[in-house]
């Protein structure tokens, strides 16, 4: 495969009005939930990336009648809860841990058998944790030896049995996972999590008149419980920008002298905000502006201006909600004056990268005094002093885009390997970031 470099000049202001793509988390949901309605669901602004692509795909392969995408629009002709079929080779999930996991549920409700698997990446995440409350519902599910891809779930003919889990991690994948198995039970599944994590599953089951109840334990906790046997009906869903992917220009502007920047119509889920409250501890100015709801979900215009950040020690409580947005706040860290320190983070290790290493590697590669611990980082804020950095993206996109950010702060060019796979989750990134005020070339090496 050929390597796409990012060639990113040093400094910049981070200037203008912009639009980042669809949130990737409700796009995987639109197409899992409307394939498994009854009638036809229309989908405006999904993210046209590889991972919701690669969602679309699979669901095409058992069957589904899918028009779309063009400018976002997506037409599903749903075929019910039973009217998947099987497809006739693996269903390559690329690099798309959420395609996987989320699948998963649904796959396992099926009276076929259906293989998974992935790219390189997404081979070594971690399959187990949805192995376990899987077989615990009656589904049989091969993996590969250590848990993971490629993964075979097995058509029993039998339905699930509903199963009240105690998620040992706070994973929205997990947890999804567990509720899509469960439209699939006999009676009641729930989910018990120990850190709340995003909802979107739970309010797009509901939107599509699919009742999923949600009790806060206490200030941590939440059960989601929904019964199995009903019926899912079509509907709109108009998918909000990412928080995720406006998070890289949050920093941005953030840590540039001068700048003055608005993102529009960002999804606001309150269990995906973390991002905006940890900048704000740092000390950013961001005022959230024209706040509305659309399809279920809160969105507004994020307005962010340059403020010198200070180091703080992230709230733990923070973490799942800001969870794909710490590759960037490292960045932000090592921008600011002081120590920053990341603690309850260990699911960092096992996404598409281990980013606690991964991002430890390229500031230090940089020349930022960045520590990593088994579950987080220490990070030193200080002037960058590479005078070449060479970055490794490790098959993450978010390391791409990360160290793409950090230029704005660096002394001499930084040179990025591999980062065709901001096409996973941002295609527009380099565009966007050009429009603001970056410099930054994409080169075949
Ligand atoms: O449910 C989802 O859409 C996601 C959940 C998170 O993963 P975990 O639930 O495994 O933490 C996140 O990292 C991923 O990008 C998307
Ligand atoms: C972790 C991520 O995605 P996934 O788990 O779906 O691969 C991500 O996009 O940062």
Known sequence: MSNIQFIVQPGGTVKGRIRVPGDKSISHRSIMLGSIAEGVTTVT???????????????????????????????????????????????DMGNSGTS?????????????????????????????????????????????????????????????????????????????????????ADGKTCALEPAPTRDHTERMLNGFGYPVSSEKLDAQQTKACLEGGGSLKACHIDVPSDISSAAFFMVAAAISEGSDLVIEHVGMNPTRTGVIDILKLMGADIQLENFHEVGGEPVADVHIKYAPLSGIKIPEELVALAIDEFPVLFVA????????????????????????????????????????????????????SAQKGEIQSHHDHRISMAMTVAGLRAKAPIVIEDCANVNTSFPIFLDLINQVGMNVIAKEA
């Open 100 to 184: 996987t996991r989320l699948l998963a549920g649904i796959v396992a409700g099926q009276d076929f058998d259906v293989t998974l698997i992935g790219d390189a990446s997404l081979s070594k995440r971690p399959m187990k944790r949805v192995v376990d409350p899987l077989t615990e519902m009656g589904a049989v599910i091969a993996t590969n030896e250590g848990g993971t891809l490629p993964m075979t779930i097995r058509g029993t003919g039998q339905k699930l049995k509903a199963i009240d889990y105690s998620l040992p991690m706070a994973s929205a994948q997990v947890k999804s996972c567990v509720l899509l198995a469960g439209l699939y």
């Open 333 to 384: 860290a090592s921008a600011a004056q002081g120590t920053t320190v990341l603690t309850g983070a260990e699911e960092l290790r096992v996404k598409e990268s281990d980013r606690i290493q991964v991002m430890a590697d390229a500031l230090q590669a940089v020349g930022i005094d960045a520590q990593p611990t088994p579950d987080g980082m220490i990070i030193n804020g200080a002037e960058q």
């Open 45 to 91: 602004g999904f993210l046209e990336g590889e991972d919701a692509l690669a969602t679309l795909q699979a669901f095409r392969d058992m069957g589904v009648e899918i028009e779309g995408p063009v400018n976002g629009e997506v037409t599903i002709h749903g075929v019910g809860l039973n009217g998947l079929k099987q497809p006739a080779k693996p269903l």
